[in-house]
């Protein structure tokens, strides 16, 4: 059996912690969502809870540029899980789920809880509520 690598300082380092949470929590969601990757369901939650929002506003929201939003909204659009609707100034379109957006949402939704109960197993609620306000305050 080889020897495990020696990490030197990456086990310190908050970007090297986060990263392999990341992975393992992604993976994790792979296996149960499925079909989607977390970008774009989380992108049909926030459509969802905010029916109507413009496509640059929810670019905003989720820190993407707006040509790489593009790509995105039609992806989902041409999968048939969104629709553009004209917006109130006519210059820009709202994001609407159409019936099998909301469908599949509400899946998403259903998995998602449980995921999210597999990745906090080892975490005692207040731990759970710590590191998400810790999260939060970094992302600022």
């Known amino acids: 059996m080889k020897p495990r690598l ?5 086990p ?10 990341q992975q393992a929590v992604f993976r994790d969601f792979a296996e149960s969502v499925g079909g989607l990757s977390p970008g ?9 809870a ?3 929002v413009p496509q640059g506003r929810l670019a905003e929201a989720v820190k993407l540029d707006r040509s790489t939003m593009v790509g995105v909204v039609d992806s989902l659009e041409d999968r048939g899980l969104i629709e553009r ?6 210059r820009t379109n709202g994001l609407w789920l159409t019936r099998s957006g909301r469908v ?11 995921h999210e109960g597999r990745v906090a197993a080892r975490l005692s609620a207040s731990e759970r509520a710590q590191l998400i306000a810790l999260l939060e305050k970094l992302g600022q």
Do not use: F, K, S
Not at 6 to 10: C, D, F, P, T, Y
Not at 12 to 21: D, F, K, N, S, T
Not at 85 to 90: H, S
């Open 6 to 10: 020696r990490q030197g300082v990456l």
């Open 104 to 114: 599949l949402a509400g899946r998403l939704r259903r998995r998602i809880e449980r």
């Open 12 to 21: 310190q380092l908050i970007g090297y912690r986060l990263r392999v949470a």
């Open 50 to 52: 905010n029916p109507g």
């Open 85 to 90: 609707r004209r917006g109130t100034d006519r």
């Open 40 to 48: 774009r369901a989380g992108m049909l939650l926030l459509i969802e």
